[in-house]
Structures are given as C-alpha cells and as structure tokens.
C-alpha cells in the first residue's frame, strides 16, 4: 500500500467506526480491560477493520493491534521476531475519548528489520494528519515540519502520575502530558507555547511509541531508554523513555531520570 493509502484507511476507518462513537457512547459499548485501562466498542471495530486490510495487503507481515495482544499475548511474540510487522493503535488516548475530549487518535507503524519504516497518526476531532517516512522527513497535513530549537527553560511532561510536578535537577517541574501517545508525540516535535522539550514514559507498549519515534527522528528529535540505547519498538525498555526535541536535551534529561521514584 502506499502511503497516502494506509492515511486514507485511518481516515475512512475514523469517519465511519470512531467519529460516530465520540461523545454518544452508551455504558455497554466501554469496558475496563484493567483498573483504569478502558477499551470502548470503537477501538475494537476500528482494529479489526484496520487489521483486515493490513493484513490482506501484506499477508506474510505480523500485525499486532493493542486489543489482540491483550486477548493473545503471543502475538507480541510473534512481533518480536518478525522481520516485517505492523503496529495498530485504534483509539489511543481512551480515556479521553471516553470523556470527550479531542485528544485522542488513530496510529499505525510499519517496521522492517526492526526499524519503523512508515507511520501515520491521525487526530480526528483535530482533523490533523502526522505521517513520517525513513529517511524523507515528517509531514503534517503534507506539510514538512522540523523541530523549532529550544528555549532556554525546557518544558517538561510525563504521562506518570506519580512524576507529574517533581523537577530533574534544576529544570521546571513536569507536568501532565495530553494522555495520548499520538498528541504527546507531535507536540514534541511542534514545541513552543503549546508543546513540550521532552516527554517521559514509563511504560513502553510499541503500539503507544512506534508511530512517534519516527515523527520524531524524522523532524530533528530524539527517543531513547532510560539507560541510554535508542529506542527499538520489538525489544523492552524496562526503565522508561524519554522523547526529546534534540541530542543535546536527551542526553542531559537521560542523565537525570534516575532519581525519579521507582527508576
């Protein structure tokens, strides 16, 4: 498929599965997966609607969406090992929607090798399109972007609670992130007034980062571990990643992630 084909499914999927369902879900159609991990009828039609087609286009490909590792864990052995797969995130941020808010999204990654090759976020209330290809950039809307040089006082955010108003050393307290991996990603690549310097996570599902690690690197930023490697979406990363505007910004965040509770 080409690239502007996978963006047009995560569009049609959107207007047809997950935009009908925003603000009009009924108490049956949203379930808790896990204590506070909310799942709606909408992330799982739009994933089996998006996976069919991945998988027709690519047959030998592994497709690993978020709802069929948490109903087969051994497809996330499966992607582990495969040399071309696909990662689905079909409502990523689900509290949000669940709530209302527009910030929430629609992602896909293809990697090859090991290597995320393409991904597509689509923002649907926002009616915003990110989609980064190795080696020839990031687009919004079909516009390059690159990342802004930073300001002199970083911002800072962090998806874990627990983290939200500590300060690294003598950076600015984090604050809360948007919820939602494919809002997170773009505002750090955006920066300015209403995006971040760095994002921090504790948890490290590849459906949640794949997308933006390329939208990242591809716009001048950077994704590594904890520990300092770079981020590879089919191995864990049992400490955390930080997304970073630039080299120098991760490596002086990464330096001083350690003396966060439970790093």
Not at 16 to 34: H, I, Q, T, W, Y
Not at 210 to 238: D, H, K, M
């Amino acid at each position: 498929m080409q690239t502007s084909d996978v963006l047009t499914l995560l569009r049609t999927v959107g207007e047809e599965v997950v935009e009908p369902r925003f603000r009009s879900l009924g108490d049956a159609e949203v379930e808790e997966k896990n204590p506070g991990d909310l799942v709606t009828v909408a992330d799982r039609e739009a994933e089996v609607r998006l996976t069919e087609v991945l998988q027709g286009a690519y047959p030998r490909a592994v497709v690993l969406g978020e709802e069929a590792a948490e109903d087969d864990e051994s497809v996330l052995a499966r992607f582990a090992d495969a040399d071309h797969a696909f990662t689905i995130d079909p409502v990523d941020g689900t509290k949000n929607f669940v709530k209302g808010s527009p910030d929430h999204a629609m992602m896909i990654a293809e990697l090859r090798g090991g290597e995320v090759e393409r991904s597509w976020i689509w923002q649907p209330q926002h009616r915003t399109a990110y989609v980064a290809e190795r080696g020839r950039g990031a687009w919004r809307d079909g516009q390059r972007i690159t990342r802004p040089p930073v300001g002199e006082r970083l911002r800072g955010v962090t998806s874990r609670r627990g983290w939200i108003g500590r300060a690294l050393g003598t950076l600015e307290a984090l604050e809360l992130t948007w919820v939602c991996c494919g809002v997170d990603y773009p505002r750090v690549v955006e920066g300015g007034d209403t995006g971040a310097d760095y994002a921090l996570y504790r948890k490290t599902k590849p459906w949640d980062h794949a997308p933006g690690s390329l939208l990242l690197s591809e716009a001048g930023g950077v994704l590594g571990t904890f520990e300092g490697g770079p981020y590879r979406p089919q191995e864990p990363a049992p400490a955390g990643l930080v997304a970073a505007a630039d080299r120098a910004t991760y490596d002086l965040v990464r330096g001083l992630v350690h003396a966060l509770p439970g790093v």
